[in-house]
């Protein structure tokens, strides 16, 4: 069964950084695609950012909103996703969900990132 857990959200002023993590166990087989999703409240969820076509090299995803500032990573040593977030704005507030396609979607129970001085 697979399990995933995000951490490292929090209070941070806007220009600030954040790096999230999610801790993925259980079993990969037939992974398509991994990301970071978010929802801020009275919205819908959206896609932050995406790896894509994992089995033959990958590529990278991001929103509009996000690009140039937020990266996301994996380590498969570790069995853990990342997103590194930067220049952080008022906008970005939100909580964040890691995510895992393998012919179904898998998330996490989300961690909250407030962005506000």
């Known amino acids: 069964q697979v399990q995933l857990v995000e951490s490292g959200g929090g209070l941070v002023q806007p220009g600030g950084s954040l790096r999230l993590s999610c801790a993925i166990s259980?079993?990969?087989?037939?992974?398509?695609?991994m990301g970071w999703y978010r929802q801020a409240p009275g919205k819908e969820r959206e896609l932050v950012a995406q790896?894509?076509?994992?089995?033959?090299?990958?590529?990278?995803n991001y929103a509009d909103s996000v690009k140039g500032r937020f990266t996301i990573s994996r380590d498969t040593g570790k069995s853990t996703m990342y997103l590194q977030m930067n220049s952080l704005k008022p906008d970005d507030t939100a909580v964040y969900y890691c995510?895992?396609?393998?012919?179904?979607?898998?998330w996490g129970k989300g961690t909250p990132v407030t962005v506000s001085s």
């Open positions: 995510n895992l396609l393998m012919g179904m979607n898998y």
């Open positions: 259980g079993s990969l087989f037939g992974l398509n695609a």
């Open positions: 790896i894509l076509n994992l089995n033959i090299g990958s590529t990278k």
